[in-house]
């Protein structure tokens, strides 16, 4: 029979677990500095005693809550809700609590909710970067005791460390599976000069046209990275070069926009024009023609963060940059 709650104390799980009280405070913070031995008896004796440990104290006493702020750049970008769930997944593993926010791009909107998760006292912040997010804002959030990490963008020089996936790599195969028909009519859209991945991903584009030999000087056209961007980014592009013949995307959303505006124009996107997007969205593989793309594992997005996250916690030194690989869908839409 388990004993009324609130007389149970951490001392009591010790005692009953054969440990000290330190191990079991190690195993009630998640630290991986107890053995998997020790963890065992200490949950098994909070499970018979019915110990509650209050995170709330434990908080006041070492002034960091078990929350864990998600600053997403745009949550209307499905693979942003995607990249939540899987950040919430491995969370929820080291037994926190994710604490979801929007800042839609937003850079002032960004230093205003993080001032106010700075008030929760949240344990860190996982965060894609707003367009224009400055090092010395970061690096002061950080000396102010917030762990920080970065995903899918980084901030250039900021002390946070960043968990990417190889951007780079995935428009260079992408390019490359163009290239590699024969195809150099071909363009890059999407994306603005304000976030590191288009630089990252026109980088890609760039170094396949290099190794094929082909002339750099091809058309590369700036757009917002949501649909409208996606159409009004291959509107541009038609007039400038109307024989072109493939297009590489920054993601499958502006690929959307940009098939959109070719059937407008008369043309068979994956027949006229081949097209490549970027992010492998669930909606991909099922519209017509299905999307070619590069796809982006979410979960291991998150698993990678989190271990970050908890070095940080721990108060290790995690590595300061950390690429996910990335891998080509090849669908209707390129071949």
Known sequence: MKKSTGKVTIWDVAKEAQVSKSTVSLVLTNS?????????????????????YNRDAAALRSKRSNLVALVINDLTNPYSAQLAVGLEKHIYDLGMLPMLVNIAECVERQKQVVKTLKEYNVSAFIMCPAPGTEQSWQDDLINSGFPV??????????????????NKKGTHIATSHILSQGIEEIAFLGGVDEISDYHERLSGFLSALKQFNISEDKRVIQAQTNRQGGREAFNSLIKKSPHIKAIICFNDVIAYGAIEAMRQHGLEPGKDIKVVGFDDLEDSRLMLPSL????????????????VLKELLN???????????????IRDSSQ
């Open 315 to 329: 108060q290790s030194t995690p590595p300061v940059r950390t690429l996910v690989d990335v891998n080509l869908q």
């Open 292 to 307: 070619s793309t590069i796809a982006i594992n979410a979960d291991e997005i998150g698993k990678r963060t989190c271990q």
């Open 149 to 166: 990490i970065n995903i899918m963008r980084e901030v250039p020089f900021s002390a946070a460390p960043c968990v990417l996936p190889d």
């Open 32 to 52: 991986d500095k107890v053995s998997n031995k020790s963890k065992e008896k200490v949950l098994t004796a909070i499970d018979k005693l019915g110990y509650v």
